[in-house]
């Protein structure tokens, strides 16, 4: 299949969510409302994941879908990902910058120039809170830590493909400790997720991968990614088969977190981290592809494992 034919059969599947109700357009590639029935697909998912992944003691930590600056700036996400970054602004002028903003808006033309940075930014992947928060803890305990988090993200990556949208959800489980513990851990999920995802009577394929880091030196960072097998994903078929999409991803940062953040083990040395993600658009995504958008005409074995 071409690129052509790809963002055609994109395009033809968004048009099918929407028209079943399951996708509720707003107007903006990659910004949609969701029927109930996704919804509820989406909290079947999710407690799927906690009956996997529950067992193991992660400390539950919820945010909301935006970070402190000051980590976002501390994170080196603008060195890597500019692209993808939102950031929030709001008003910060005086009465005059405000009759020249509702003039210009009158107007049609350009109304943000008064526009300044608030001390936010949009949470581009569920597991950055949690870096700045453990390294204020200080040093890790013994066996150190397994946290558990699920929040909106947001990248500015707008597009016809209905499994990307710029504000999405991500469930994480995210193992901080020695690069034992840690590699350790991607191993468990590695294997955990494939038979997760089996359940689910779903087409799957786990492989390595890589982040888009942005600009020439990126691709040097993307290829080191790959040949160090850093990134790996599980692939379902959405909208292609040649081209089957991530809906989850096994991440070793090594010791970058640890690094930035001053993240220390027992031990005293610096900690390796790793995070593995859950799409829960995607994987809903998924299973309506596979199973039809009428979950009480899915699979006997598949609505036992959502629904009990
Ligand atoms: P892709 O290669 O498709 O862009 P990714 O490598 O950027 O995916 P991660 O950064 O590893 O994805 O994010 C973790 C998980 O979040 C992914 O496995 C996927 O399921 C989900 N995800 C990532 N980007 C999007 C998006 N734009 N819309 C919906 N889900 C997404
Ligand atoms: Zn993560
Ligand atoms: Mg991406």
Not at 246 to 264: K, M, P
Request: proline share 6%; charged share 25%; hydrophobic share 40%.
């Amino acid at each position: 299949m071409n690129m052509v034919d790809i963002t055609a059969a994109q395009a033809a599947y968004r048009d099918e969510l929407v028209e079943a109700g399951l996708l509720i357009p707003t107007g903006v590639d990659g910004l949609y409302g969701r029927s109930g029935v996704f919804e509820d697909v989406v909290e079947r998912f999710d407690a799927l994941v906690t009956r996997w992944g529950g067992q193991d003691g992660a400390e539950v930590m919820r945010f909301p879908p935006a970070l402190n600056r000051q980590y976002f700036e501390e994170s080196e996400y603008l060195k890597s990902f500019p692209h993808l970054a939102g950031t929030i602004h709001s008003f910060g002028g005086d009465e005059k910058a405000h009759r020249t903003l509702l003039r210009r808006l009158e107007e049609g033309q350009d109304w943000t120039e008064d526009q300044v940075a608030t001390d936010v930014v949009m949470t581009p992947a569920a597991c950055y809170p949690v870096y700045p928060t453990i390294a204020r803890r200080g040093p890790l305990p013994g066996e150190g830590k397994l946290i558990d988090v699920f929040s909106y993200c947001f990248r500015h990556e707008p597009s016809i493909d209905p499994a990307r949208m710029q504000l999405f959800r991500m469930r994480e489980y995210i193992r901080i400790g020695t690069p034992d513990q840690v590699v350790e851990f991607r191993e468990l999920w590695l294997e955990r997720g494939r038979e997760m995802m089996g359940t689910l009577d779903v087409p799957l394929d786990v492989d390595v991968a890589n982040d888009p880091f942005f600009g020439r030196a990126g691709a040097m960072l993307s290829n080191s990614q790959r040949e160090q097998k850093l990134k790996f994903e599980l692939l379902i078929p959405i909208t292609s088969t040649e081209k089957p999409t991530a809906c989850l991803s096994f991440n070793y940062h090594q010791d970058h977190f640890g690094h930035l953040w001053d993240i220390h083990t027992a031990d005293g040395g610096v900690a390796h981290t790793a995070c593995v993600g859950f799409g829960m658009e995607r994987v809903a995504l998924a299973l309506f592809r596979h199973h039809g958008f009428d979950t009480a005409q899915w699979p006997a074995s598949v609505r036992k494992v959502l629904w009990g």
